[in-house]
């Protein structure tokens, strides 16, 4: 009767421990107003929210919510190509406000709520791990099961991004945010699981993502296009204008290291990837892209992820992962010029400058890449190697306004270090197809001429000399086909006349235009 007492006691007392997580953590949504600002109020708290709609619209979003007394800053969200955001973290919520750069049919909010009463996430310790992390039991994925058994790829890089959460959670919320994510990615965006083979707060405590392994070569949902040759590490948090935190900067180094080591990948240097395609994709299926092996979504992706901030970072990133973590202190200083701030289509354009160590002497036979941005992406153009002088020298052909900057990788010695940027711009090249300078008053006078590179409209100006000054007297926007354009004018009297082709600013290229042609009409 004791022993059977004993065991009544103990299982009661079994009865009385809490759960991981009390209560389950649930989903829910609400149609929102066909409008571009406004809010909603939500049936009940929530911690997470999200957009989505119908068709593949991308408008800017932003939203806030509201707070006991007080609204949130706006946090402007990432968009995918399949009709919806990202999600953020909000803490604790009822109200949330909406703001959107165009409307889109048939949006919806979707709201995440998790259980408030967790406990502090335990670190677990794989054999074939050397660092600490949270496992999937742990953080809660029995409330965010997988679809579907994993699929497996290689990983030749790691793609780093942010999630675009609050960034003044506690270290007890951090797990809850990971739950979260996961039944948004799975439930909203409908993929398989959480998106991300593995995720860091800015405690410096690394969480298991996606299931299947956190060793093996799972294919996640974090980088279109590349998810089946790349891990994809997310940044708990928004990195937009704040830097992340040293722990965080440590732990996600360290996961670097560990998951390309497994993967018997070097820890630098380029390595070259072929693009799968797809409307979220930078590179259409099948382009082959040479990428960094420590990479930030952004230059894959369409997308500002991992934030300036932590983009900024990659290279201390880079050095962690190189050194093992104690990365050296100082750092080498890289200057770099262009020998013409703004050149004409299809001009080379001369790049030099020079590598020195934190004395001032220069660095020679060290590696330094010279990279271009033209689309809200840094990518190497050339890869060089420094003289004996630390002098380096190399041409671009843009195809574009692009910023330039030179870049150096780092070492074992020095940490990585990256040139001031420049702007580089770039004039379009017109020019008139045998051109008339003769012309009869009453007939009409056809014009015909090349752009380069190719514009969708040309303006070509026709202007007569009235009372010593010119003035303008027709102006016909023209429609060019394959780089050629054609436009006609019939002058009304026996004048001075001249005319022009004009190409406007555009996001590629600067305002270009050929020299005024003198036309006599008799």
Request: charged residues 20%.
């Amino acid at each position: 009767m004791k022993l059977l007492a004993s065991a009544a006691t103990l299982l009661c007392a079994l009865c009385l421990v809490p759960p991981a997580f009390a209560g389950r953590a649930e989903d829910f949504e609400r149609r929102a107003p066909d409008r571009a600002l406004a809010r909603v109020v939500a049936p009940r708290p929530f911690n997470l929210v999200g957009l989505h709609w119908r068709g593949p619209a991308t408008p800017d979003v932003a939203i806030r919510v509201r707070w006991a007394k007080r609204w949130s800053r706006w946090e402007h969200l990432g968009v995918h190509g399949a009709g919806g955001s990202d999600p953020a973290w909000v803490g604790r919520a009822r109200v949330v406000q909406y703001r959107l750069s165009r409307r889109v049919p048939g949006l919806r909010v979707h709201f995440v709520a998790v259980p408030r009463r967790t406990v502090t996430a335990r670190a677990s310790q794989a054999p074939s791990t050397p660092f600490p992390y949270v496992s999937r039991a742990d953080w809660g994925a029995d409330q965010c099961p997988p679809r579907a058994a994993p699929s497996y790829g290689e990983v030749k890089a790691v793609a780093v991004h942010h999630t675009v959460s609050l960034n003044d959670y506690t270290p007890e919320e951090a797990p809850q945010i990971v739950l979260a994510i996961c039944r948004y990615h799975r439930n909203s965006n409908g993929w398989n699981d959480i998106g991300y083979n593995a995720l860091v707060d800015k405690y410096g405590t690394i969480y298991e993502g996606r299931a299947g392994g956190l060793d093996q070569a799972v294919i996640g949902a974090h980088a279109q296009g590349f998810n089946s040759q790349t891990a994809g590490v997310a940044n708990i948090g928004d990195y937009t204008s704040v830097a992340a935190s040293d722990a965080a900067l440590a732990a996600t180094a360290a996961y670097i290291r560990w998951k390309l080591g497994v993967h018997g990948q070097p820890l630098s240097g380029p390595v070259t990837l072929t693009s799968a395609g797809g409307p979220e994709s930078r590179y259409a299926a099948g382009a082959k892209v040479t990428v960094d092996r420590v990479l930030g979504h952004r230059d894959v992706g369409k997308t500002a992820c991992p934030g300036e901030s932590l983009y900024a970072q990659l290279d201390d990133i880079r050095s962690r992962v190189v050194s093992g973590g104690a990365f050296a202190t100082f750092s080498a200083r890289v200057s770099a010029a262009l020998a013409d701030y703004t050149a004409d289509y299809g001009e080379t354009v001369p790049v030099n400058g020079t590598l020195v160590g934190p004395d001032g002497a220069p660095l020679a036979g060290r590696p330094v890449e010279v990279q271009v941005n033209s689309d809200n992406a840094w990518r190497t153009s050339r890869r060089l190697t420094t003289g004996a002088d630390g002098v380096f020298a190399t041409d671009l052909r843009p195809a574009k306004r692009m910023y330039v900057r030179v870049r150096y990788p780092g070492g074992e010695d020095l940490r990585a270090a990256a040139s001031p940027r420049l702007l580089l711009r770039l004039r379009p090249v017109l020019a008139f197809t045998r051109p008339a300078m003769r012309a009869t008053r009453g007939r009409r006078l056809s014009v015909k001429g090349t752009v380069a590179p190719r514009k969708r409209v040309v303006n070509v100006v026709f202007q007569q000399r009235v009372g010593g000054r010119w003035r303008t007297v027709g102006r016909r926007a023209v429609r060019t086909r394959r780089g050629r354009f054609a436009s006609s004018f019939v002058p009304g009297f026996r004048a001075s006349y001249r005319y022009y082709a004009v190409a406007k600013t555009d996001l590629d290229t600067d305002r270009g235009a050929t020299a005024a042609v003198p036309l006599r009409v008799r």
